[in-house]
């Protein structure tokens, strides 16, 4: 059975950094690309980009430029997002979801909720 | 890219049928059958309901199709049932590997 499986949701202050991770199992993970979407609160779903697991090289929507970097560990199939210099508008939920076919999303991790409050 | 038009709400009543609409441009929802629907209750991950315009995955009732027009894609429930009460989302596939979702429609079942 396919999963992935987030981190925990995350409190931080403003300025500091996040690394949330998406822990694949149950297929092979350089076989599919991972992407990012982010759920702010009382808000819909928005796609932040994605990361092909092949090359490791990363693509960001607009407005996840800077200070948002997708990564990779492939030994441990985890895929990870940074995000650097927090800002309250940060707040939301994360999720990572695999890539089936022409951006489909077939399965997706549980979300990471990061607040970010002084 | 700017996100794919949906209706906010949606709603009816046990057993009724409801669709969705869905309405982007040529440069996503017309130019490419890779439009997708997903099911999201709340604090759960979303759910992948129809891909590809029309196609269910396995283990989705066969209540829920989907179509497609023009610029324009839909998503029909047929016999509401309560656990359908949920928000939906439409996604497209728009070239270089990249989707644009649309804005979220609450369904309610009454």
């Known amino acids: 059975q396919v999963q992935l499986v987030q981190s925990g949701s995350e409190l931080k202050k403003p300025g500091a950094s996040v690394k949330v991770s998406c822990k694949a199992s149950?297929?092979?993970?350089?076989?599919?690309?991972m992407h990012w979407v982010r759920q702010a609160p009382g808000q819909g779903l928005e796609w932040m980009g994605w990361?092909?697991?092949?090359?490791?090289?990363?693509a960001y929507a607009q407005g996840f430029t800077g200070r948002f970097v997708f990564s990779l560990d492939t030994s441990v199939s985890t895929a990870y997002l940074q995000i650097s210099s927090l800002k309250a508008e940060d707040t939301a939920v994360y999720y990572c979801?695999?890539?089936?076919?022409?951006?489909?999303?077939?399965?997706w991790g549980q979300g990471t909720l990061v607040t970010v409050s002084s | 890219q700017s996100a794919l038009t949906q209706p906010p709400s949606a709603s009816g009543s046990p057993g009724q049928s409801v669709t969705i609409s869905c309405t982007g441009t040529s440069s996503d929802v017309g130019g490419y059958n890779y439009v997708s629907w997903y099911q999201h209750h709340p604090g759960k991950a979303p759910k992948l309901m129809i891909y590809e315009v029309s196609k269910r995955p396995l283990g989705v009732p066969d209540r829920f199709s989907g179509s497609k027009s023009g610029n324009t894609a839909s998503l029909t429930v047929s016999g509401l049932q309560a656990e359908d009460e949920a928000d939906y989302y439409c996604s497209s596939y728009a070239g270089s590997n990249n989707p644009v979702f649309g804005g979220r429609t609450k369904l309610t079942v009454l």
């Open positions: 149950e297929y092979t993970f350089t076989s599919y690309a």
């Open positions: 990361i092909n697991t092949n090359t490791g090289n990363p």
């Open positions: 979801a695999r890539d089936w076919v022409a951006a489909t999303f077939d399965y």
